[in-house]
């Protein structure tokens, strides 16, 4: 029988992230029109308080994004988020600097001119490149490590009809990354986690069917990063809001951890971080 071998630590600039137990991200919006109201913030006062409240409630990363993906939120040029991460990447490498930061974006310039200022960090790119041609030869020269997401299309079209019919969700999106890290490694990128991207050009139905197959992914020996926080798939589910969503986040994150999940993105650090402690205290007495 296959034992598959899943990649434990990811290089980050000479500084080892450890994954050989579940670690929490959690998530630093610096939009005005994240789909969930509570989690944007701005100027350096929030920006610090966010910061200090993921580190203490037991987050490992802390996830700075500029650009909102929901669908139909608005376009913004390369200036205008460079300016919204900017100045919160500077200031949690100044007061949070044994702190994990990964960057989200998927604009290779934002990559360039953040890595030459503060040297290392993560790249969570939601397109894995396919947005951006220069992305992936940008990540093999500075040896950044790599989160590459599932999504067709781009935010604006991803939950277009035609890009949310599959065949068979879980086989296709394995065959995606297994394609994907091919190209990533032949381009010297070898510091990889892979996310299924939930809610990024999939159904509702699809999401929950690529939450029961996540599984499947340990063929791939790669890191897996669920991002399942107060997303559409649970409260349409439950016909609520997001302000509504914690419980059902909860579920999520926890069906997410026993299918193989390694980083938990999140906006409520202390919910997730429990779980993963009642998790692992379970895993204990698994045979």
Known sequence: MKIFRKKRTINCGGKLLDLSAPVIMGILNVTPDSFYADSRISGEKEIAVRAEAIVSEGGTIIDIGGYSSRPDAADIDEREEYSRIRPAMALVKK??????????????????????????????????????SRMIPCLGKSGLPYIAMHMRGTPKTMQDRENCVYGDIVAEIVSYFVRKKGELINAGVMDIIIDPGFGFSKTLDGNYELLAGMDSFKILELPVLAGISRKSMLYKLLDITPEESLSATIAGNVLALQNGADILRVHDVKAASDAVKVFAEVNKYSV
């Open 95 to 132: 007061h949070f600097p044994d702190t994990f930061i990964s960057v989200d974006t998927f604009r290779s310039n934002i990559v360039k001119q953040l890595y030459e200022e503060f040297g290392s960090f993560i790249v969570n790119d939601i397109s894995a490149g396919n947005i951006d």
